[in-house]
């Protein structure tokens, strides 16, 4: 796959598959956690907001629409920052622009002021982490990374279980205000994230060598090429839908349950109902996924988790008391955890590790206008009829289009790949062998006289590399 982009890790190290890697997982941890639970745990703030500036369901739910867009919509900046200065730096500024914005939006006086502040500053504060964080993950492992994957992202439910009932109490303690600054303080820990970070160290090379290599991976900061690739552009589409109402069900259910009169703690139960459940869905799936059987068919599992996922939105828009709400979150819980396990496993697999930092940022880009009209709409909807089945139905209806469009694409589309060298190391050794099986029996046979005449003529240099072009082989 070549070298894309200045910052795509050493080409001559084999990624360790565990010692530093696993505190690079932690810190992923911690970084996913952040970027997917932050813009859902906000939901709850969302009441006290439409009483302060007397606003409606779609106005708050930008909120949450722009932390998500700039997380994915700032994909591109994100590769080419990381490429420039590195993934370490770019996380620990964007612990400070995440925390910074909090704090900030917690002296805001309009709802407009919180859309730039607690929507586009924390949100690009946490793009910044999100995307060099997994970066990082995929260069530390690879035979582990399903498993990995997995575990990293089972960081979302376990910050939801946390965020959404600490944010409740906060609110009760400390008003709106008051749980912004507490959670902007908390966002300081992306910092010590980044600090993890540890660049792997490449093989030492001469000067004349170093040189000339680090000046040809300055010639790309993104790679546009990866849309050559059938897999790649389905795969883009596919995910594009699937965001359009994958995350409006976490956003809206506990405005549900409040509207249906029960009270606000027992209707933020839901989320952390929703993130238990998750916790032990993504680890599990990271597993399966990592299965030999499995692993190369991996795109028709993520396909099957959307299909899960859309049809557990149709049959929750039916609930119609907390049981039902209940039980919606439960399956939710492990379709979504499915679907957070796997779809950065399956880009990995699609484009390979060395064009993962372009794809990444595109792939985000791409999601970023769904990701932004997603929530708001459902809310527009909501407003204009007053009922929470539509708003799930047209949920389901979106992520059940994308698992569709994914596995037919792939399975009609997409013809089986011939073994190919993903690295340029694989083939320089795929040519090499090329070249020794064109040899004609006249060649070998020289070759084989010329180095029983060099074993006659020095025995006693026997062992020693020699680099004579007469006895070279």
């Known amino acids: 796959m070549g070298a894309v982009v200045a910052d795509d890790g050493p080409s001559g190290v084999k990624a360790p598959d565990g010692g530093w890697g696993w505190a690079v997982l932690f810190g992923c941890f911690i ?34 629409s722009i932390l998500l867009a700039m997380l994915y919509g700032t994909g591109p900046l994100c590769s080419v920052c990381v490429n420039r200065f590195g993934c370490r730096p770019v996380m620990l500024v964007g612990g400070l622009f995440a925390s910074m914005g909090m704090v900030i939006a917690s002296f805001c006086t309009s709802i407009v002021q919180i859309y730039l502040t607690a929507g586009v500053i924390t949100g690009l ?18 035979k582990r990374r399903p498993l990995a994957n997995g575990l990293s992202a089972a960081g979302s439910p376990v910050f939801l279980c946390a965020l959404s009932p600490l944010g409740q109490i906060l609110q009760h303690e400390y008003g709106w205000r008051g749980g912004f600054l507490i959670l902007g303080g908390m966002l300081l820990n992306c910092c010590v994230c980044g600090a993890l970070m540890r660049p792997l160290e490449p093989p030492k090379k001469s000067e004349a060598t170093k040189e000339p290599a680090e000046k040809k991976a300055k010639k790309k900061l993104l790679d546009f090429s990866v849309f050559k690739d059938g897999g790649f552009v389905i795969y883009t589409l596919a995910a ?20 249906l009169g029960y009270q606000d703690t027992k209707a933020a139960f839901l989320l952390t109902i929703l993130g238990f459940i998750d916790i032990f869905a993504r680890p599990i799936c990271g597993m399966v996924a990592g299965l030999k059987w499995v692993r190369p068919r991996c795109v028709y599992l993520f396909s099957f988790a959307m299909i899960f996922n859309g049809f557990t939105d149709l049959m929750g828009s039916m609930s119609v008391d907390y049981a039902g709400l209940v039980v919606f ?145």
């Open 31 to 64: 970084i996913t956690g952040f970027s997917y639970a932050f813009p859902k745990a906000v939901s709850v703030f969302f009441k006290e907001l439409i009483r302060e500036f007397g606003i409606g369901y779609s106005d708050t739910a930008w909120i949450s």
């Open 125 to 142: 504060g946490l793009a910044l982490n999100f995307q060099p964080s997994l970066i990082m993950l995929n260069r530390y492992f690879d």
């Open 240 to 259: 594009s839908i699937m965001v359009l109402g994958l995350f409006v069900p976490p956003v809206f259910v506990v405005s549900y349950a409040k509207d």
């Open 329 to 473: 979150c439960i399956f939710f819980g492990i379709s979504y955890g499915m679907v957070g396990a796997l779809q950065f496993e399956v880009l990995m697999a699609i484009v390979g590790t060395q064009k993962f930092s372009s794809a990444i940022g595109l792939v985000l880009l791409a999601e970023a206008m769904a990701v932004l009209i997603g929530p708001p709409s459902a809310g527009k909807l909501l407003d204009a009829t007053g009922r929470y089945m539509f708003v799930f139905i047209i949920a389901g209806i979106e992520v059940t289009t994308s698992a569709l469009v994914l596995a037919l694409g792939n399975f009609f589309c997409i013809k089986k790949k011939s073994e190919e060298p993903h690295t340029k190391e694989e083939a320089a050794e795929r040519e090499e062998l090329n070249k020794s099986e064109d040899k004609t029996p006249e060649d070998a046979k020289v070759d084989s006289i010329e180095v029983e005449q060099f074993l006659k003529d020095e025995p006693e240099k026997n062992g020693e590399v020699v680099t004579n072009p007469e006895t070279c082989v």
